[in-house]
């Protein structure tokens, strides 16, 4: 969609004229900061726990600190998603928002979010006690 988007409005902003450059400007103005962040957010698994990459900053969440991991509905602006959420010891609720994304109940066993979801459950299984 945001492919979409810069497309539309590069290609608008280019060949347009009047209006069309306005458009332009403002689909190519708001496709580009998604494509900007895509990169710098992911969740990856270390020796010391969970690591939770954001825009501008980094949480690492100890293994020990972790009581379970589960799938939980996120609100989304029109949609809410589905995203793997460590429930931590002392009671707090981290939701992996970076690894969001969309499926029916039916399908939830078989979906991208739970195969994540059992890595990071592989993970705290085979954590070292603290």
């Given amino acids: ?4 988007a810069l497309a539309i ?3 608008t ?7 069309d450059l306005v458009v332009g400007a403002v689909l190519t103005v708001l496709a ?3 494509m900007l962040r895509f990169p710098f957010l992911r969740v990856t698994l270390a020796p010391e726990g969970v690591v939770n990459h954001a825009f501008f900053r980094k949480q690492t ?5 972790i009581d379970r991991v589960s799938i939980t ?7 809410s998603a589905k995203a793997p959420t460590l429930s931590l010891l002392d009671g707090e609720e981290v939701v992996l928002t970076n690894l969001a994304g969309y499926s029916t109940t039916a399908r939830l066993k078989e ?8 890595a990071i459950r592989r993970g705290l ?3 070292p006690l603290a």
């Avoid at 509905?73 to 949609?79: A, L, N, Q």
């Fill in 125 to 127: 299984a085979s954590a």
């Fill in 111 to 118: 979906s991208r979010m739970a195969r994540q979801a059992e």
């Fill in 9 to 11: 409005g590069v290609s």
């Fill in 1 to 4: 969609m945001t492919l979409l």
């Fill in 32 to 34: 580009v900061p998604p």
């Fill in 61 to 65: 969440i100890a293994w020990s600190n």
């Fill in 13 to 19: 902003f280019a060949y347009g004229t009047g209006s």
């Fill in 73 to 79: 509905d996120t609100d989304g602006f029109i949609f």
